[in-house]
């Protein structure tokens, strides 16, 4: 097939890209190369897909309308994974229109080039964020997700309500996957993994919010990534037990679908705090702050809906996953 992927220099987006390659599909992958964070470690995550024969870069914008109806107008894409977005809670408290141009806007041109060329399968990233102030637990995706906690979420679930407008108008199927903070080598520098590990190799305190008292529901890029594999090959479909009279948010009776996509597994942040210093075999200085606006403090995906539908089944434990980007940071800073 041939399949766009939007975000192919980001963290998540390469290393899908890498698995739709070694089996055989055609890639084009599409990134704005922003600055958001450094840029370097965006090129140095396309170099591992430039030199692939059935891998194309194109450096575009999703909020560039006239560039996208270009791109999918030549490309005549099969199915498409969009995970180009402006990421991050915190960012989006000092700098919201970010994620109106990229979020909003740019997901909007991606809906209309799938409208309009035939697109397969829309797969795209959407976030656990939208749970928000829910507190019971694990998270599901029939709960209700009405009450967003800062203007990412907001887009997150605005994301949701656009796709099902072009599933049901359209008949576009499109999936979206609830991200649960995802980690691993070639993950994003705002991360807290990343974060921990560059401070502490170099002696510095660790800001440690909630006081530790957060919980996250920590996923490995492997598994996430052969999470949004076999959702692109179970294309949405109707739920032929879709009830209009009690309606069950995660579905709906046209080709819509919504998932959790976590670890099913939440883990203490001390705990997660405990596994990088045993990777480093060098202790943490702690900072202890309160919980800061946008944050939550916890999460945990429910992903039975997901297994059920694609055999989804998270393998890697905190630990070996940490120590698996603890190997890469050392290598790839030569640290």
């Known amino acids: 097939m041939k399949i766009l992927v939007t975000g192919a220099a980001g963290f998540i987006g390469m290393q899908a890209s ?3 390659l070694a089996r055989g599909d055609h890639v084009v992958g599409l990134d704005n190369l922003n600055d958001y964070y450094d840029v370097q ?3 140095d995550r396309l170099a591992r897909l430039t030199p692939h024969d059935n891998f194309r870069f194109i450096k575009l914008d999703v909020a560039d309308q006239a560039g996208m109806e270009k791109l999918f107008a030549e490309e005549k894409f099969d199915k498409v994974i969009h995970l180009a977005a402006q990421a991050g809670v915190r960012y989006s408290l000092v700098n919201p229109h970010a994620y109106v141009e990229s979020n909003l806007v740019g997901f909007m ?12 399968h829309l797969v795209y990233a959407s976030s656990s964020s939208v749970y928000g102030g829910n507190t019971r637990m694990p998270f599901s995706e029939e709960d209700s997700v009405d009450h967003p906690v800062s203007i990412y979420a907001a887009t997150k679930k605005a994301n949701e309500l656009m796709a099902h407008t072009y599933s049901h108008l359209y008949g576009l199927p499109t999936t979206g996957l609830r991200f649960f903070t995802v980690y691993g080598p070639w993950g994003r520098p705002d991360m807290a993994l990343f974060l921990f590990t560059k401070a502490i190799l170099e002696g510095r305190p660790i800001d440690v919010f909630n006081h530790g008292k957060m919980k996250r529901d920590f996923t490995y890029v492997d598994d996430i990534v052969q999470g949004v594999i076999k959702t692109l090959d179970h294309t949405a479909e109707a739920d032929p ?3 209009a009279d009690l309606p069950n948010p995660g579905t709906s009776n046209v080709p819509y679908r919504v998932f959790n996509i976590g670890n099913n597994n939440p883990v203490e942040l001390m705990a997660f705090v405990e596994a990088i210093e045993n990777a480093l075999g060098k202790q943490a200085e702690k900072n202890f702050l309160p919980l800061q606006d946008g944050d939550v403090p916890a999460t945990y995906a429910n992903t039975d809906a997901l ?3 694609t055999g989804f089944v998270p393998a890697t434990p905190v630990d070996v996953g940490v120590a698996r980007f603890v190997e890469w940071y050392r290598a790839y800073y030569q640290v």
């Open 41 to 43: 470690l965006k090129h």
């Open 18 to 20: 890498q698995v739709l």
């Open 109 to 120: 041109n991606i809906l209309e080039g799938c409208r309009h060329h035939r697109v397969q």
């Open 307 to 309: 297994n059920a539908w």
């Open 241 to 243: 037990l879709y009830n």
